[in-house]
Nanobody, 125 residues
């Protein structure tokens, strides 16, 4: 079993930055590929970004490319999402997720085995 706990959400003005953290416990963190998803008000859950088990590969949805950066610190059992140039449309609850298996980056939420409880990010205009 793996427990994931997100932190770092909050209220920020448009153009600002936040860094989300997701701390993992329970199993060897280095064996998991990780991802961030989000669900905005009245919207479906969507993929934001993912990082491979080793941290060598990343993938981002088009709307955040160049603004968000995902990173993984296996020594600290933590994955991060650095969010810059935030816009009101980035307002959402952000969830981290972990998947075992091949360790490649994937976008489909059904491929992820463990989920955190979410952290709210609100961007004001």
């Amino acid at each position: 079993q793996v427990q994931l706990v997100e932190s770092g959400g909050g209220l920020v003005q448009a153009g600002g930055s936040l860094r989300l953290s997701c701390a993992a416990s329970g199993r060897t963190f280095s064996s998991f590929a990780m991802a961030w998803f989000r669900r905005g008000p009245g919207k479906e859950r969507e993929f934001v970004g993912a990082i491979s088990r080793s941290g060598s590969s990343t993938d981002y949805t088009d709307s955040v490319k160049g603004r968000f950066t995902i990173s993984k610190d296996n020594a600290k059992n933590t994955v991060y999402l650095q969010m810059d140039s935030l816009q009101p449309e980035d307002t959402a609850v952000y969830y981290c997720a972990a998947r075992s298996g091949t360790g490649y980056v994937v976008r489909s939420p059904i491929r992820y085995d463990y989920w955190g409880q979410g952290t709210q990010v609100t961007v004001s205009s």
